[in-house]
């Protein structure tokens, strides 16, 4: 997951387009916050744990001068939530210092990491995000020259601005498997995760960075290149589709809040069932949930109210601050009392939220609580940058659907099947990375990907 954002325009306050620009994307990462500016080739970097509006104010944000920035959101997938994990990275390297923002994950740490320490690179955190910006930064050929070279080390999933030399670098691994977008402001130029972000800071959406490819903005204009071969399958992230990206964004083309309204509609047709009321459990599951409404002519309620104030349970960075946030983010209205109730959402991965939302509405004095799925079962691991359990603590990669439905205590429960989450999305199966559903990945995988391997033993 994670949110990055990059904008090179000289004659604007590019340190307060990209806070703006983080607004945007604060739902991908609300673990910290940075931004990074360069003022005549001079990196200077300000970061913390923290959303967004609590690491910058206006005496911090009116610190930063530069014609080019970046900015990050982060949501940890390997290394910790701490300090020196935040991002954007400054690495000091023997060619140049670089700075980076990273979305994804990498699947070969270890070798990245005993390689850059045999050559004699000294690393200050556990995040694989150093490492990508190490090799930038030692690397002697020049900047586009030593951004195609570490790219052609680096293996999994990542989506990158950078700073370094007063440039603005943006790069994405050869399946795409994060977002990536490139926008016009007049005539300076923006990157950032999403599309949303451009329409926040008024930006015009001008394509997609290409899978495997290399952009860099400078004085001199607009320089793309393929530096990766075009031999990988396209494999953009299913999760962004039906759980992560902002639903006024697109991606590839298709705006998010109108597929998820189809996968709420094909469900409906795929599991129909008699009910009273059909409610969301939001806020992904909203627009999926309006859908099977509509697609069956049953009555759509908020049903569950949401504490906007509360981040997202599910990226939160371990389980028992998820299981607090549940209690505090959502809580059934009188409405449910006496009614067979349908609550949709995009997912089940661990169960426990479902189990409290199911629990609260029947508390509440719902008749029946029928559980809808926008997506099919969870059953593997993600080794592309979002933080989804060990299988072995996947309600669903051990159980039958009936099995699920009795743990988490729903009156019925039905998943979206594949061919119609495929279909919602309106891209072809082989563009969309749906390992986590199917078992099957687009790249071999680590035997072992755990989020802390490389942090410090504790006595």
């Not at 949303?196 to 930006?203: F, S, T």
């Not at 891209?427 to 559903?437: E, F, G, K, V």
């Amino acid at each position: 997951m994670c949110g990055v954002f990059g904008v090179y325009a000289p004659d604007r306050d590019v340190a307060r387009l990209t806070y703006f620009g983080l607004f945007a994307l604060q739902h991908r990462g609300q673990e910290s916050a940075g931004i990074a500016v360069s003022e005549d080739g001079r990196l200077t970097a300000l970061r913390d744990l923290g959303l967004v509006s609590q690491v910058f104010d206006e005496q911090k944000l009116g610190g930063l001068h530069g014609q080019v920035a970046i900015g990050h959101t982060r949501y940890s997938t390997t290394g910790s939530s701490q300090w020196a994990n935040a991002q954007p990275l400054v690495q000091h390297g023997r060619a140049r210092t670089v700075a980076l923002g990273h979305n994804g994950n990498l699947i070969n740490v270890r070798e990245v990491r005993d390689g850059l320490r045999e050559s004699g690179v000294s690393l200050g955190t556990t995040s694989d995000s150093e490492l990508i910006a190490a090799l930038i930064a030692n690397d002697p050929a020049p900047l586009d020259e030593a951004v195609a070279n570490a790219m052609q080390s680096l293996e999994g999933a990542y989506s990158i601005v950078a700073l370094s030399e007063g440039r603005l670098v943006a790069f994405r691994d050869g399946h795409g498997f994060r977002p990536l977008v490139l926008g016009r402001l007049h005539e300076d130029w923006i990157f950032a995760s999403e599309t949303c972000a451009l329409d926040l800071v008024g930006a015009e959406f001008v394509r997609e960075v290409e899978p495997g490819e290399l952009v860099v903005a400078d004085a001199d204009g607009l320089h793309a290149t393929q530096a990766l071969d075009r031999g990988h399958n396209r494999a953009l992230c299913i999760w962004e589709f039906f759980y992560l990206a902002r639903p006024d964004s697109r991606l590839e083309g298709v705006e998010v809040h109108n597929a998820r309204v189809r996968m709420g509609e094909r469900l409906a047709e795929e599991s129909p069932v008699d009910a009273d009321l059909v409610l969301p459990i939001p806020d992904s599951g909203t627009p999926a949930a309006i859908g099977f409404a509509r697609a069956l002519g049953l009555p759509f309620s908020e049903g569950l109210i949401k504490n906007r104030y509360v981040q997202r349970t599910f990226i939160q960075p371990d389980q028992e601050l998820r299981r607090q946030g549940i209690k505090l983010k959502y809580h059934p209205v009188a409405e449910v009392a006496g009614k067979r109730v349908v609550a949709v959402d995009d997912s089940i991965v661990r169960g426990n939220t479902t189990r409290e939302i199911v629990r609260m509405l029947f508390d509440a004095g719902a008749a029946e609580v029928h559980l809808r799925i926008s997506s099919p079962p969870v059953i593997g691991q993600c080794f592309y940058g979002i933080d989804l359990a060990d299988a072995s603590e996947m309600i669903a990669s051990s159980r039958t659907v009936e099995e699920v439905r009795e743990l988490v205590g729903a009156t019925s429960l039905a998943y979206l099947s594949h061919d119609g989450l495929v279909e919602a999305t309106r891209r072809p199966a082989s563009a969309l990375c749906r390992a986590c559903l199917t078992g099957d990945y687009p790249t071999e995988v680590p035997d072992e990907a755990a989020k802390l391997r490389f942090e410090p033993a504790r006595a």
